[in-house]
Structure formats: structure tokens, C-alpha cells
């Protein structure tokens, strides 16, 4: 990590004037109240009078004293000058005397600066270290804040090489700590799997990482295949199962931008834990953002599979309402000849069928029967056409969200139970290590009382009170209700061949 990030013109501008102050900074640092025009006018000499004037301004101006206090901006000079009835001339040669020194020990302490000691050096180390750790902020804006807080605490700003390699070991440690904490996150196989990813095998031309960070583009049941197939690569690293927790999300999602944006032989370039570290990151961060697509996509490709059946059905009906039309009409021209001739007492029902042509009755009412809908009737039939779309990614949905779902209605079967909990009837499929060690402590009974307290009250907190547990599986919970819907329409599909 480079110690000097500044440029040279910033280096140049840092603890000095780089344009005339205007009015309102002047009025700001350089306007001397009663006790400061008297502490001036106890300097022997107009020369130095002017000099610790100008000096008291320049500390509170630029957190700092000068080498040269006669580098200041006339205007400076003709200010603090007019304040005190003296003539701006008399500051000439302030720069050479010695009682400079003096004045700016008198100044310190007068107006409660402090010098840049091991204390102050230490204080603003753990200040710094605390945003690099947290953050991932610049070195540039680092220096600024830090700039800042010194100004703000009033402590004299020390040299800019001071900062620069204070602020540079700061973000370093920061750094090292990050990459050692995520590389000691997997086991000794999975950090093997993980270096494996950024190695070009042989006979194709890009890595793992360049396939698994790339989105499907194309929204057809292939994508959701490949975005199935992506999620299930990803998750298979095991990053769910590393407590992460220390680490913050912003660092974190700083590697994982890293990894997604920056070629894979430069991820291989990376020395020391960074590589580890950024793959880690990757493969804890990504299967999240992976399961989103997944969904995404699907539900793109079911919205247009659904709209498009809808739409053929629509077509469909209209292009047999003739047949329908005409159909109902003959089944309605016999039934008045049969009600006719029910209504007569005289009349002779069987010799009215008799005489009836029933033929085109009967091809009417096989026309309805072929043709009429079920009041609730909707796409069904088309949609279990498209069965054979849907098929190519069924394969890809994981029925493991089960576990959750036995969780629910676990949860919902405690409403209004007296009796204890006991362990076998808690579905523990679904809880995490940690989650575990809660649920289950030995030789102690919380999870009776925690489970029956979330589960008492409306049905709201109860669903509330399992979440915590639920989550992990939330994504093989859809995959569950997928295949479930995608059976149904399997098995209307089957009934209507």
C-alpha cells in the first residue's frame, strides 16, 4: 500500500494559504476580542505585537503555526494591523526573531492547544483505524477527516508526512486484519475449491469465477435452469455455514465488487490472504445475490408462460364460439319441441323424439360438451401444454424446503398446547448451528418456553417468532412451493391426455 498517496500540489497546500481569505474567514480566525488585543500589546515592539496576532489567527485559520509566519496574505497583515492601530510596515523581519517561538508556546497555552505528542498520535491511530476497519473509505478522505479532528480538538497539525504514513499503516492493519479473518473462515478443502476457481481449466478458455459471476441473460426456462445451476454451484462452497459476523457488510461488499469486477488473473495476482479473503467474500455474498436472480428469472419466465397460455386460451374460445353458438341453438330449438309437447296432456312425447332428426342434437350436445368451460375454468389446459418448457429447469428446483415448511405448521400446532414440548417433536432440520446451540442447550428447557411464548398470542407473532430460524431455508421453501405448482400442472396435464 503506497505511504505517499498525496500529490505533490496537495502537499504543497496543506498547512498554508493558498488564496486570500475573504471577509468572513477573516472576521472568523483573525478578529482579536479584548483579552486578545491586550495579550498582543504585552509583545515588546509593534513588530512582535503584529506578529503574535497574526500567529493566534493562523492556528485557529489552518490548525497549524507557520515555519515562516510572514508567509501570510497581506490582507491578513493589514487586518490583525488595523485592529491594534498599528501600520501593517511593522511586521518586516517578524519571521527571523526569536520570540516567535515564544509567542506561539504563550499562545498553546492561552488558548488550550496541544501539540501532536505520543498521546494525541495515539488517540487519532485508534480513531483511524476504527473508520478503516468499519469502512472503506479513501486515503484522500481519510486525511481530510483526520485533518478535521485535529482541528477540531485543537491540536497543532503535525508534518503531512506524519499523517500520510499514519494514515497508510492504519488502512494496512486494517486490511491484514480483514484478510485474515475471512481466510480463517473455511475449511482446508473449501479454501482449496475456492483457489480452484480463479484456474482456467484446461480446454476452455474462462475460470469458474467468470462463470459464476455472470447473470443468465436470457429469460427462457435455459435461463432458469442456469440460474438454478449457478445458485446450486455457489451454495455448494458452504459460505452460509461461516460466521462472518465480525466482519463489517461494507468491507465485505467492497471484496465481493472486487471479485466481480476485476479479471480473474488478477484475483489470482492477489498475495498473501487477500486472494483467500477475496473469495471467501465471494463465495459468502454471492449465492444470496444468485438466489435473487434465480427467482427473478423464474418468475419472468412463469409471468410470460402463464400470460401466453392465458392469451391462447383467449383465442382459442373465440375461435369456437360459432361452434358453440350454433351447437347451444340446436340443443335449445329441441328442448322447446320437447317442452311443447310436455305441456299438451294430449300430447305423445316419445312420437315428438321420434320424429325428431336427434343426430345434430346429439353432435350438439357432444360440440358443447367438448367446447363449454367450468365456470372456474382458466388457462389450466394450456398451461399443462407447456409442460414440456417447464420440465427443462423442474429438475433444478430442490424439494428441500420442506424442513421449513414442517417448521410452520409445527409452529402453528402450538397455539392454545398445554402439554411440554417435547425435543423429537421440534423439526431441527431447519435451524442453524447457532440457532442449534439456543434451541437445544443441555441440560436446560428454553425451548419449550421459547418456542410455546412465540407461538402464543395471534397467528402474526407466531409467524413473527419463527422467522429467525426460517430463514435460511426461505429460498429452498420457494423451490418447494415451485415444484408443487409445477406438479399440479403435471398431473392436469397427465388428466387431459
Known sequence: MPTNFLSEEQRKRFGRFTEDPDEGQLAGSFLLDQTA????????GARNRIGWA?????????????????????VVVAYVAEQLGLEPGAFADYGTAEARWDHQEQIREGYGYTKFDFDQWFALARWLYQRAWIGNERPTLLFDLATKRLVDKKVVLPGVAVLERLISGTRERAEKRLWATLAAAPTTEQAEQLQQLVVVPTGKRLSELDRLRRSPRDISARGVGKALERYESLHAFGGHAWNLDAIP??????????????????????RGDRRLATLVAFAAVMPQLAADVAIEVFDLVMGDIIRSSAAKMTKQRLRTLNDLDAAAIELHTAWLAICATAADPEGDLRATLDSMDVGPVRAAADTVKLLAQQPDDGAEQMLAARYNTIARFLPGLSPAGEPVLDAIDFVKSLKGRRRPIQAWEVPAKVLTTAWRRLVFPPGRHAASCWLVRGSRGTTGNAAHSVVPFLLPSVLEAVGTFITKVVSSVSQARTASM
Request: glycine share 6%; net charge positive; charged share 25%.
Open 37 to 44: 488585543r491586550r495579550r498582543a500589546m504585552a509583545a515588546r
Open 54 to 74: 497574526v500567529q493566534l489567527g493562523t492556528i485557529r485559520y489552518l490548525g497549524t503555526f507557520l515555519n515562516n509566519p510572514e508567509e501570510v496574505p497581506s
Open 249 to 270: 457488510p461494507g468491507r465485505l461488499q467492497a471484496l465481493v465488487r472486487f471479485a466481480k469486477a476485476a479479471r480473474a488473473q488478477a484475483v489470482s495476482d492477489l
